[in-house]
Nanobody, 124 residues
Framework: QVQLVESGGGLVQAGGSLRLSCAASGRAISLYVMAWFRQAPGKEREFVASISASGSSTYDADSVKGRFTISRDNAKNTLYLQMNSLKVEDTAVYYC?????????????????WGQGTQVTVSS
């Protein structure tokens, strides 16, 4: 079983940037599609971005296109999310997840391992 631990969250002003990390242990993530999701208070957990096992392909939600970049370093067993031009509506707990089906889609049911989340708060 893989353990995922997110870090890098915090409080930032609108227009600012943050870089989230997701460190994996217990099992290599190099063979798996990985993704970031987020959940705002009172809302469903939503897909943010995914990346292929090799890192050569990515898929972003429309709400973050052009602002967020997902990447990975398989040698370090780590997933990243670079977030630029942050908006107040990006405020949420951000989770990394591992896909068990090999698809890069937004369905939560495709992902079987989740981290505990890291809080991102964007102030106006």
């Amino acid at each position: 079983q893989v353990q995922l631990v997110e870090s890098g969250g915090g409080l930032v002003q609108a227009g600012g940037s943050l870089r989230l990390s997701c460190a994996a242990s217990g099992r290599a993530i190099s063979l798996y599609v990985m993704a970031w999701f987020r959940q705002a208070p009172g809302k469903e957990r939503e897909f943010v971005a995914s990346i292929s096992a090799s890192g050569s392909s990515t898929y972003d939600a429309d709400s973050v296109k052009g602002r967020f970049t997902i990447s990975r370093d398989n040698a370090k067993n780590t997933l990243y999310l670079q977030m630029n031009s942050l908006k107040v509506e990006d405020t949420a707990v951000y989770y990394c997840a591992r896909s068990w089906v090999g698809r890069m889609g937004p369905s939560r049911s495709d992902y079987d391992s989740w981290g505990q989340g890291t809080q991102v708060t964007v102030s106006s």
